[in-house]
């Protein structure tokens, strides 16, 4: 009798799945009962990079949300180019709760407006990746002289400006269009997407100023969500009930 008595007190200090009036509880090491189904909501973690999610699935979900051994059914939805959601399968309500919300941190671009010559400059060094286009926006953009921007043909795009060659010289030169950028717009942890510009330049009252205008259609947001969700796939290989959706 004490034997029995023992092994029961034992068994109730390991964690256990019990059914008590056709409801299921989930036992805790300590004996504090959590009501499986029940349809509790928190407050989504809120994180700012592709590897901090991956580690917190890997590391943390299985003991925050279900029994020991057990993995928890997730969905990662890739809600856009720079946002990441991890939610539940559906609760006993049909709904779904939000586990972790990914928000990339980018630098904030000024596209598809006019800008200074001189700030213009400044955020194509800062923000855009280093490519062979890139030089060349620099080079035109950094020596045009000022007055010189003229329109070349009557297409709207083409264009052309003197700019300084060396200590004396100078040259009428195309400004080139269109022109393949690669500036941060998602997650660092995948490669940049290239997108398509138009590069324009006009004389003003305070100026040369100087303007990217996006012109693929906005082709390149579905080139970075496919980008993030095989990324994430790649890193949670093994990893089972967790579905990655874009």
Partial sequence: MIKEALQYIIGLQQPR???IDAQKYFFNKDGF???????RSCDALE????????DYIKESLADDFAA???????????????EVRLVSVFNGDMDRWTIATVQARIPQIILNKFVGQEQFIIQMQSTFIDNADKAVVLQVAGNVEDKTVANYGDDGVSQKATI???LANVEDVIVPNPVKLRPFRTFHEIEQPEIDFVFRMRNGS?????????ADGGAWK????????????????GVENIAVLS
């Fill in 206 to 214: 305070d100026g040369v100023s100087c303007a990217l205008f996006e």
């Fill in 33 to 39: 009962p959590i009501l499986i189904d029940k349809c």
């Fill in 68 to 82: 020991p051994g057990v993995v928890p059914k997730m969905i990662i939805h890739v809600e856009s180019e720079t």
């Fill in 47 to 54: 994180i700012s990079t592709l590897t901090s999610l991956v």
């Fill in 222 to 237: 579905f080139r970075a969500v496919h980008s993030i969700a095989e990324y994430l796939k790649e890193k949670l290989k």
């Fill in 17 to 19: 799945v019990q059914e």
């Fill in 164 to 166: 300084k060659t060396g």
